[in-house]
């Protein structure tokens, strides 16, 4: 496990996903339960935890366990149950990827792909 890819992960990922989970979190366990720190808390621990768990086990079971983890975290910090976890989980990925496309889009409009940005 490389730690110095496992940090530019964890600050990437904090970046492009918490906010994200903050407000999904925030428009589905309220104001008061979501809050931003909790999201960023999710975040660090999820990347962390998946990329150990990922080093450790791999394939299908580790995804079925950090897809666990990953509720369990949401359930914890956001103190919701494991169905509204699921919703708030559901959600976010759903914004992420919309947010995505929107970002592709307007990167095309002003003429940068996402294959120019890598080289």
Do not use: N
């Not at 660090?44 to 768990?53: D, P």
């Not at 369990?72 to 699921?86: E, P, R, V, Y």
């Not at 990827?97 to 940005?117: D, Q, R």
């Amino acid at each position: 496990m490389d730690l110095m890819a496992l940090l530019i992960q964890i600050i990437v990922s904090t970046i492009v996903i918490a906010p994200i989970l903050w407000l999904v979190g925030r428009a589905l366990a309220g104001k008061e339960k979501a809050k931003f720190t909790d999201a960023i808390w999710i975040v660090v621990l999820g990347t962390v935890i998946g990329a150990v768990v990922g080093a450790y086990i791999g394939g299908l079971w580790a995804a079925l366990l950090m897809f666990v983890v990953w509720l369990a975290l949401i359930k914890h910090f956001f103190d919701c149950g494991w169905i509204k976890a699921f919703a708030i989980a559901v959600v976010a990925v759903i914004v992420f990827i919309i947010v995505f496309f929107i970002l592709v889009i307007l990167l095309a409009i002003i003429g940068l792909t996402l294959p120019s940005l890598w080289l």
